[in-house]
């Protein structure tokens, strides 16, 4: 089968069960028996002239085979044949888009149905969506027009995965330029959450200092980051260590005596003093 558009996200379309439609999808039959122009082709074909002439001025089908049969949320599908009437198209046509597919009638006798995949124009039911158009072979036989839509469902609310408190603090994080989706909850240090992020540049650490946003990075995240900084007027140092066998691990080091910087090497000085990254608990 040749088409003129892929299907969305690569699916192969399974034979079509005339009962069953996809869970998330909006699925309108349309036919009126075997081809043919009746009233409803002839008036679809007079509303779409242009486009028929278009279609015709193509010299893709053989002559005299483009047949309008349906409109759908926007969307003309219409029937033809090419290579002398041994293959049957669907052509799909929407303002500026066109689509279409085709397969040997001996392939259509197999398979049941041949289809082409467009996109529902502006102003339309579920515009920007996807449409399936297809010719149909019914039960009895008869061929059939028939779409089908794919709604594009919302993703969860990232929110929903932070309290109100981690919330406030991603939002200071976005007014200083970071995009709070890209971002994922490391730990803690008390009730102060502590972030990292995945760039293309490697592995970053970003935490809410008493001065603004502080960030440290690194190409690779096994070598270790370390960051050193004042949080609630205590010196602080957020470490993190990370393998192929676990993530980023977070280990949080307080109230040391010692000035501010970003990505200082390690020093043993440091392990007295510590807090728990999920409790916030001190401990030393």
């Not at 969506?129 to 609310?157: I, K």
């Not at 960051?227 to 609630?232: A, E, K, L, N, P």
């Not at 090497?265 to 001190?282: A, I, K, L, R």
Request: charge should be negative; charged fraction near 25%.
């Amino acid at each position: 089968m040749e088409t003129g558009a892929p299907s969305p996200n690569g699916r192969r379309w399974p034979r079509l069960a005339v009962s069953a439609l996809a869970t998330l999808a909006i699925g309108v039959g349309i036919g009126w028996g075997m081809w043919g122009w009746d009233g409803r082709a002839s008036a679809l074909a007079a509303a779409h002239s242009d486009t028929l002439a278009e279609i015709e001025a193509q010299m893709l089908y053989d002559p005299g085979t483009v047949v309008p049969l349906a409109e759908e949320r926007g969307v003309v599908i219409w029937r033809a044949e090419r290579s002398d009437g041994t293959e049957l198209c669907v052509i799909a046509t929407a303002p500026e888009r066109t689509a279409y597919g085709c397969m040997t009638h001996e392939e259509f006798d197999t398979t049941g149905w041949v289809n082409a995949t467009i996109m529902v124009p502006d102003g339309e039911e579920n515009a920007g969506d996807m449409m399936m158009a297809a010719l149909v072979r019914m039960p009895d036989g008869e061929l059939n027009a028939y779409t089908q839509v794919w709604v594009q469902t919302m993703e969860p609310d990232w929110q929903s995965r932070y309290s109100e408190d981690e919330l406030t603090q991603l939002r200071e994080i976005e007014a200083a330029g970071y995009d709070p989706q890209s971002l994922e909850l490391l730990g803690y240090d008390g009730r102060r959450a502590v972030w990292s992020q995945w760039t293309a540049g490697g592995f970053c650490l970003i935490a809410l200092a008493d001065d603004g946003v502080v960030e440290a990075c690194g190409e690779d995240p096994e070598a270790g980051l370390s960051m050193q900084i004042i949080v609630d007027g205590l010196p602080t140092r957020y470490v993190v260590q990370s393998s192929s066998m676990r993530g980023p691990q977070l280990t949080v080091f307080k109230d040391v005596d010692t000035e501010y910087s970003v990505g200082a090497d390690d020093d043993p000085m440091f392990d007295d003093f510590f807090v728990d990254d999920t409790t916030g608990e001190f401990s030393g």
